[in-house]
Each structure stands twice: as structure tokens, then as C-alpha cells.
Nanobody, 116 residues
């Protein structure tokens, strides 16, 4: 079955960086787009970034443009989210997600906390 496992979250100071990873299995990785979402306490889950089947297409939410970079390694079935210039408002649980045959799948999430 489809599995998505995130890692790389943690506590970081404002202005710092983190790199999230999402290891995927159970589907043909290189034919599906993948996305990162986040959910802050008391807020709805929101789309952060999406990458197409190749690195040639990527789309970002306005609030992360210029600070975050999504990438993928099809040989490792892994998608990454490089986060720079982190702000306290970036604090959230970050989720990896994909849609396979009309069903959306989610990982368990990884907590990112930006605080001094």
C-alpha cells in the first residue's frame, strides 16, 4: 500500500534552515506529483509546495516563495523540502502527500518549530 514517511523536523531559531525528507513506497514514484502541506495549531491544513514528475515543474505558496525549495530523487523515491529563512509563523506539522488513482495519501507528519 502507499506509504509516505516524513523526517527532518525539529526546533530551529528564526532565520535558520531545515531540510525535510519524505520516503515513499507502494506506488510508482516517478509518475506522480508530490506535495508538502502544513498545519499550524488551530488552523486549516494548507498547501506549501508541489513538484511534478520531473524537477522541471514546481509550484509554491506565496508565503514560502524564495525561501523554500521542493525537490525529488526518483531513484530514492524521496521528496525533499529545503526551508530557509524560517520564521515563527512557519511553525506547523508538515505533511507529505500524493494522489494515486484519485485517492489522496498522507504521511504522519513531522513537527517544525521555529522559536528563539
Amino acid at each position: 500500500q502507499v506509504q509516505l514517511v516524513e523526517s527532518g523536523g525539529g526546533l530551529v531559531q528564526p532565520g535558520g534552515s531545515l531540510r525535510l525528507s519524505c520516503a515513499a513506497s507502494g506506488f510508482i514514484f516517478n509518475v506522480y506529483a508530490l506535495s508538502w502541506y502544513r498545519q499550524a495549531p488551530g488552523k486549516e491544513r494548507e498547501l506549501v509546495a508541489t513538484i511534478g514528475t520531473t524537477a522541471g515543474y514546481a509550484n509554491y505558496a506565496e508565503f514560502v516563495k524564495g525561501r523554500y525549495t521542493i525537490s525529488r530523487d526518483n531513484a530514492k523515491s524521496t521528496v525533499y523540502l529545503e526551508m530557509n529563512s524560517l520564521k515563527p509563523e512557519d511553525t506547523a506539522v508538515y505533511y507529505c502527500s500524493t494522489k494515486v488513482r484519485a485517492a489522496r495519501y498522507w504521511g504522519q507528519g513531522t513537527q517544525v518549530t521555529v522559536s528563539s
